[in-house]
């Protein structure tokens, strides 16, 4: 008897999308970009979701390799067992 293992597929991180205000008019975009300090405060936000998203990914890629490790020395553990089996 044969046995399969299965594996998954590992699911790709998704960031969150930032918020975009909807409200503002297509007047209001054309007339003005916005001031410094308004462009600065998107800025921010944008670097504050990157930055979220970079510790998401990484934490994703930490976990990830943590189960290929335990996945690795398992399958090290079973191939030392049939080896044992055929020795004998």
Do not use: Y
Request: net charge negative; charged share 35%; proline share 2%.
């Amino acid at each position: 008897m044969t046995t399969k293992m299965q594996t998954r597929k590992a699911q790709p991180v998704q960031c969150e999308e930032p918020e975009v205000d909807s409200s503002a008019s297509a007047d209001q975009g054309a007339a003005k970009m916005g001031t410094t300090e308004e462009k600065l405060e998107e800025l921010a936000e944008l670097v504050r979701v990157l930055a979220k998203c970079q510790t998401t990914t990484e934490q994703h890629l930490e976990k990830e390799a943590e189960r290929q490790d335990w996945r690795w020395k398992d399958m090290q553990h079973q191939f030392r067992e049939i080896q044992s089996l055929v020795h004998r």
